[in-house]
């Protein structure tokens, strides 16, 4: 193994789900860990992410890239890396929550979940058409947004151009790994833009339909679940 690798993971569903799983992964972690740098990206905010690596399994990482892309934050010292977001001129939360406020089918989740910039939603089975809609209406007030739906459930409005993928960009070009040497994981629709950075995809045997789908010779689908489904994917990527 060549130096300088990156494995940029989602944790919900991805290396989390399967414990005995996990500690596999963790020590084979452990034992290329001066090779292989590790990065959590999750929905979830950071300081949630730093209690599930204080009460679980899950191995101590590089970063932590949380809610959805608009934080990246170094482990353990907690300090930003570089600026990001970068571009946010344009983002105007009070706007946002006003209009959206029109929607009686969304229901905003609890403040905890809640970032500078990250707005989030609860919506079950939200159809593409009323996406597209709160897009194109929010573009029309100057808002230009991403929207980012998934688990048939979450609703995430975040700057234009911030999401899991961008922030994972940011990362490796900020450390100077270059995107074929970077791993990504994931197994919901908050995933997706993960697979669309020329990165080496993993998509664990348990993933949602929305990231099972995708085919593509980036992206290798595993037949395990969980972190068992991301080492088989690793030991893929690295046989190439
Ligand atoms: C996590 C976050 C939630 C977000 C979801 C999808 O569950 O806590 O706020 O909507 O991920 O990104």
New binding site residues.
């Given amino acids: 193994m060549e130096d300088r690798h990156l494995l940029i993971s989602d944790v919900?569903g991805t290396l989390l789900g399967d414990d005995r799983a996990l500690q596999n992964f963790a020590e084979w972690y452990g034992q290329r860990q001066d090779r292989l740098r590790l990065v959590y990206n999750?929905?979830?905010?950071v300081p949630?992410i730093i209690e599930s690596i204080e009460t679980t399994g899950l191995p101590a990482p590089d970063a932590i890239i949380g809610g959805?892309g608009t934080q990246i934050r170094e482990y353990p010292s907690n300090g930003e890396i570089g600026h990001w977001p970068a571009q946010t001129q344009s983002w105007q939360p009070l706007k946002i929550c006003d209009l959206l406020s029109e929607y009686s089918e969304l229901e905003m989740?609890p403040a905890e979940?809640l970032a500078d910039y990250?707005i989030?939603y609860y919506v079950a089975d939200a159809p593409a058409e009323l996406l597209a809609e709160i897009r194109r209406r929010l573009e029309e007030i100057s808002c230009p947004v991403d929207l980012?739906y998934?688990?048939h459930r979450?609703?995430?409005v975040l700057p234009r151009g911030v999401n899991k993928g961008t922030a994972s960009a940011y990362l490796a070009s900020y450390w100077s790994i270059p995107e074929s040497n970077v791993f990504v994981s994931g197994d919901?629709g908050?995933d997706l833009e993960l697979f669309n950075n020329g990165f080496r995809g993993i998509v664990v045997g348990n993933a949602h339909p929305e990231l099972k789908s995708l085919n593509s010779d980036l992206i290798y689908q595993a037949t395990q679940s969980h972190a068992a489904g991301v080492q088989e994917g690793l030991n893929y990527w690295f046989n190439q």
Avoid at 42 to 45: C, F, N, Q, T, V
């Fill in positions: 919900d999750s929905g979830r905010l949630s959805v989740q979940f990250k989030s980012i998934s688990s979450d609703l995430d919901t908050n």
